[in-house]
């Protein structure tokens, strides 16, 4: 070791834990100087308006000159299409939402003078899409796919100490979707700041190996970067600090020996480096351990330039004949799809919306996410690291041959490696992250090329997970030989080939799970007697699905049937815009049946009909929650199967019937018991028992209906376990407006979901009840969006007035930002019912 090193590791050592730099919190992970890049920019959308029309998109709209003080002035992220309004005649693929557009996005902005010499970079979380990037109007550069993140160095476009104007354009009219994909910078933009000597962009990889309670290889992969003009000498350091969250640094635990490394201009180097951490703190479900790895280059004349990795130390093991095991121990993949956007948020990425929604997922017992199926906002896997959630991370819709005229099939020549390395690149010290996916359902599943050519790249840029595809046509995946490129095989549908595929050759020792499973679909609180479909509603007692799905209870008892199954990601964990099977006429469905002919027409047939009817459904019923989060019957289902130890139990439907008196009414029970008796105005109506592995829910489906109290009293191992109370309610009285928290923060970003109940006079939930209802809001708030769940209400989600869907609606608010105080939110009707109100405080 040389003086200097000697010195600098002496220093390094004696460092207070976590204050130097002010690197005590990181403001994001990366480079240190990271700055919010999403304030006061001004927009405008040309070409196809909201309303259809046209508006010319003029030529110029990137010099600085421009005067642009009358186009909106606005903070990202910002989804321009998610306001509408709907429009009938829009597809409800892609939710009736206007969001083919060109937009244009300008932003003023100084860097001092005192960073001229460094590197100055923009970040973009994602641009929806084809998005092109000019400084002071010169071209920086281009990066079409909507959902990868990139960057572009501005350095040699700017004017230090002086205004300059970045503009950014989109076009969202050359991309096409199956889903709602939103439209604009709906992710954040970063500014960064680095010495010209720093670690890459990415520039860190780190993994761990010989993982025990006592000890584990922790394994370190730095580029570092010269953009400077000389040759340079740098050292490099990284230390390991403890974080109880993901941001804040605690303890100091290790650090690696200082290298030394010399690089050219306009060159990188990587350098590794390794260490044995004793006793680590695991990343598990229950406690989600992450540490934080701090690396600063110390370049002579140069101030230190320091990047922050959070990682974890985790084993994964894939076996055909076990399962999936995390730290050795079996654990079953409980997982959900969810698509990208916040429901009435559209796809604007929002921290609190989303940890919400993966709250509610956690809450039902779901351990696992699949980004079906693009690469998610950043903030999916921060959060995923801190809650304890698995990820399945998705690339590709499509490949070479698209499903539709303008997706990812126009970019797959000279993109798909730049996409696919960006996502391993920015995903891959995630611990969350434990399956890489090269697509879904492509059209060329069956390319032994592609495929091959796909997992290498992945594999060469993280050996450490296996790489998946899901196939709906797993058959055809194996007959042509792609699947064997592949780690792990993920199946979409068809369980019921199981035992055929199990006695198959070419399907042994490759692990199998479900990628994606059941798409059940139903709308909240809706039920029907004798039929599942009306008036584009779907029954809630999870009796519906498309040919190619089944119901949930079927889907386990496949998983008990062939437990070396790793589990499944059901289709979805949250409704979504867009894709409202069964009353959705995409064509791409027809790609489910491959190889049933008989099936393939039967749906031709349904989906001209559709077509011709136009219906107007906007979002999906896929859901186990609605699109405002609130459980469907579903949610139940899996927690009880899910969550074996957490006693439930779950009545459907409601027991407010003023027309089927005397009529006979199914019940179903959920719980997680094994057995339940059924109670009506205090007459048993018997005992019913799960067969283990065969039942998944408890049926009684002779209840002739009587208004009063239906009582459902669950046991487990001939212990009462859990009840639940379904009862007549009276006649419409009153609004209730219940918080989900009671405080907000004034950040500009934390919201509050208020659930609206329609209520009889005991305060109990009027079922049916669709009053229209009033939002609004006092003191310094706004009111940022609200919903009811309903997948045909084609009410703008800005509107403050809406139909509560089937007794419920929601309203979400957000404080100003930098206020104090109390918040009022009102809700009233003109139906004569008693109005609601509720305070928040903002903390
Ligand atoms: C699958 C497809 C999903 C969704 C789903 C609906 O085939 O991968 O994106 O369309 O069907 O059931």
């Known amino acids: 070791m040389n003086r200097i090193t000697a010195l600098l590791v002496l220093l390094l050592t004696w460092m207070p834990s976590g204050d130097v730099f002010s690197q005590s919190q990181m403001h994001r992970e990366g480079n240190a100087d990271v700055q919010s890049f999403d304030s006061e920019w001004r927009f405008r959308r040309f070409g196809l308006q909201a309303d259809g029309s046209q508006m010319p998109e003029p030529a110029g709209l990137e010099q600085s000159g421009l005067d642009d003080h009358q186009w909106t002035q606005l903070d990202l992220p910002h989804d321009w299409a998610i306001a509408g309004p709907f429009r009938i005649e829009l597809s409800g693929n892609t939710g009736k939402l206007p969001w083919k557009g060109i937009g244009w996005y300008r932003k003023k902005f100084v860097v001092d003078t005192k960073d001229a010499g460094r590197r100055i970079f923009l970040d973009f979380d994602g641009a929806m899409a084809y998005a092109k990037i000019w400084v002071n109007g010169k071209y920086v550069g281009t990066w079409p796919y909507g959902y990868s993140s990139f960057r572009m160095d501005i350095t040699p476009f700017l004017n230090f100490g002086k205004d300059n104007t970045v503009a ?50 922790v394994c370190l992969k730095v580029n570092i970067q010269n953009q400077g003009r000389k040759h340079m000498t740098s050292q490099v350091t990284t230390e390991l600090f403890e974080s109880p969250d993901g941001k804040n640094m605690g303890r100091k635990v290790a650090y690696f020996k200082p290298q030394s490394v010399q690089i050219s201009p306009d060159s990188t180097r990587e350098l590794s480096a390794h260490l044995t951490l004793s006793a680590p703190r695991l990343w598990t479900l229950e406690t989600p351990a992450v540490y934080i790895a701090r690396t600063t280059v110390n370049t002579p004349g140069m101030k230190p330039d320091i990047y922050n990795t959070v990682f974890g130390i985790r084993k994964l093991e894939f076996t055909h004949g076990k399962g999936f095991l995390l730290n050795g121990k079996r654990t079953e993949i409980k997982g959900v799809c969810l698509h990208h956007d916040l ?179 139903s709308s909240r609180g809706t039920y029907f007697f004798g039929t599942n479909y009306e008036n584009y509603q779907v029954t809630s007692y999870d009796v519906a699905w498309p040919g190619w799905g089944c119901s949930p209870d079927e889907q386990f008892r496949i998983n008990a049937r062939y437990p070396h199954l790793l589990g499944e990601f059901v289709w979805t964990g949250f409704d979504y815009l867009g894709e409202p099977t069964p009353f959705n006429s995409d064509e791409t469905n027809l790609l489910n049946f491959r190889t049933d002919s008989t099936k393939r027409k039967e749906l031709e047939k349904a989906l001209e009909e559709i077509r011709k009817k136009n219906p107007p459904s906007r979002s999906s019923y896929f859901g186990i929650v609605d699109l405002c989060g609130f459980p469907k019957d579903r949610f139940y289902s899996y927690q009880a199967h899910w969550r074996p130890d957490y006693p439930m139990a779950h009545i459907m439907p409601h027991w407010t019937w003023p027309g089927r008196k005397d009529s006979i009414t199914p019940v179903h029970v959920y719980t997680s018991g094994d057995m339940a008796e059924l109670f009506l105005n205090g007459e048993s109506k018997g005992k019913k028992y799960k067969r283990p592995g065969e039942d998944f829910r408890l049926v009684w489906d002779s209840v002739v209906y009587q208004p009063g109290e239906l009582r459902v009293v669950a046991y487990k191992n001939g212990k009462v376990w859990a009840t639940d109370t379904m009862r007549t309610v009276g006649p419409r009285q009153k609004l209730l407006l219940l918080p989900e928290t009671n405080t907000v923060k004034a950040d500009g970003v934390d919201l509050c979901y208020i659930k609206l109940l329609v209520c009889d006079e005991n305060n109990r939930m009027v079922p049916d009840a669709s009053d229209n209802l009033n939002f609004s809001i006092e003191g310094p708030g706004e009111i940022v969006a609200t919903d009811n769940g309903d997948a045909t209400c084609l009410i703008s989600f800005s509107s403050l007035v809406r139909p509560a869907y089937n007794g419920m609606a929601q309203v979400i608010i957000k404080a100003k930002k930098g206020a104090g105080g109390k918040i009022k939110v009102l809700a009233q009707t003109d139906t004569g019912l008693k109005k609601a109100e509720t305070i928040i405080n903002i903390k």
């Open 343 to 521: 429901g009435s948020l559209g796809a604007a990425i929002n921290t609190a919306a989303l940890r919400r929604q993966l709250t509610i997922m956690k809450n039902m017992g779901c351990n696992a996410i699949r980004t079906s199926h693009n690469p998610p906002a950043p903030e999916l896997l921060e959060l995923a690291d801190q809650m304890g959630l698995l990820v399945w991370d998705e690339s590709f819709d499509a490949w070479k041959r698209g499903k539709r005229k303008n997706d990812y099939n126009k970019l797959f020549p000279e993109w798909h490696e730049k996409d696919l390395v960006a996502m391993v690149h920015r995903d891959r010290n995630h611990p969350a992250v434990i399956i890489w996916s090269i697509g879904n359902e492509v059209m060329d599943q069956q390319d032994v090329a592609i495929t091959r050519e796909l997992t290498d790249i992945v594999h060469r840029e993280d050996p450490t997970r296996p790489v998946s595809n899901a196939y709906n046509d797993p058959d055809g995946g194996r007959a042509s030989g792609a699947a064997a490129c592949l780690d792990l095989m993920g199946v979409n549908y068809f369980f019921s080939k199981q035992p055929q595929w199990d006695n198959d050759e070419r399907f042994k020792n490759k692990p199998t799970m479900g990628s994606e499973t059941s798409s059940c679909v």
């Open 168 to 217: 950014v354009r989109l076009d969202t009219e050359s991309w096409d979707s199956r889903w709602y994909p939103g439209a604009g910078l709906y992710r954040h933009v970063w500014l960064v700041k680095t010495q010209p000597v720093h670690t890459a962009h990415w520039g860190t990889y780190i993994t761990t190996d010989n993982i025990s309670e006592r000890q584990a290889d």
